[in-house]
């Protein structure tokens, strides 16, 4: 019986060590090395119009790679969620135009609604358009896992983290939420080995 009580707790502490890991990997300080493009993965929408915050971020954050010369191609990820007026990739893509970024130098990529198909598709569009090498642009806490992701696909990536949000609820649950997508990924990773 004593070994029971044992189970919540080894469950509770395994959880812990994911999400420090989460947490000390969204504060690493990764190179960003001059590549083909920059990849953008997607985020909310809201029924407005208006990029949420983390996709505005996101979209920030690409537009100074861009505006730096590290890319000369921008391909923007995301499809329409049930309460999205449109796409995510369309919705950032005219950020990006607002941004100064020309317009034939954006690829959408409007199908995907997670980041397995995010990169997936993202993968087909720099394989069509002869693109080698991606800067993957993510919010900090979620660009370990997409990096990896982008890895198993074969993708040449480095990644440039977009600032998240400081508000202590948000920070706290974004994280919480992105040590649960770390366990289904290491899972999912198992049963392809077995």
């Known amino acids: 019986?004593?070994?029971?009580?044992?189970?919540?707790?080894?469950?509770?502490?395994?959880?812990?060590?994911?999400?420090?890991?989460?947490?000390?990997?969204?504060?690493?300080?990764?190179?960003?090395?001059?590549?083909?493009?920059?990849?953008?993965?997607?985020?909310?929408?809201?029924?407005?119009?208006?990029?949420?915050?983390?996709?505005?971020?996101?979209?920030?954050?690409?537009?100074?790679?861009?505006?730096?010369?590290?890319?000369g191609a921008v391909i923007v990820c995301g499809g329409r969620g049930g309460d999205e007026p449109c796409t995510e990739a369309f919705a950032m893509a005219a950020q990006l135009e607002e941004l100064g970024v020309p317009r034939g130098r954006i690829h959408p990529e409007d199908k995907s609604v997670n980041t397995v198909e995010n990169l997936r598709n993202a993968a087909g569009i720099m394989a069509a358009q002869g693109l080698r090498s991606a800067v993957i642009v993510t919010s900090d806490y979620h660009l370990q896992r997409a990096l990896w992701i982008a890895r198993d696909l074969g993708m040449e990536v480095c990644g440039a983290a977009a600032r998240s949000n400081p508000m202590p609820v948000k920070w706290v649950k974004s994280r919480l939420r992105e040590s649960v997508s770390w366990m289904l990924y290491f899972v999912h990773k198992i049963n392809l080995k077995t």
């Open 1 to 71: 019986m004593t070994r029971l009580w044992l189970l919540p707790g080894a469950a509770a502490l395994f959880f812990s060590l994911i999400l420090a890991a989460v947490i000390a990997c969204a504060h690493l300080r990764r190179p960003v090395r001059r590549s083909d493009c920059i990849v953008v993965l997607g985020a909310k929408v809201h029924p407005d119009g208006r990029l949420s915050k983390t996709l505005r971020w996101r979209c920030e954050r690409a537009w100074e790679l861009w505006r730096d010369g590290l890319a």
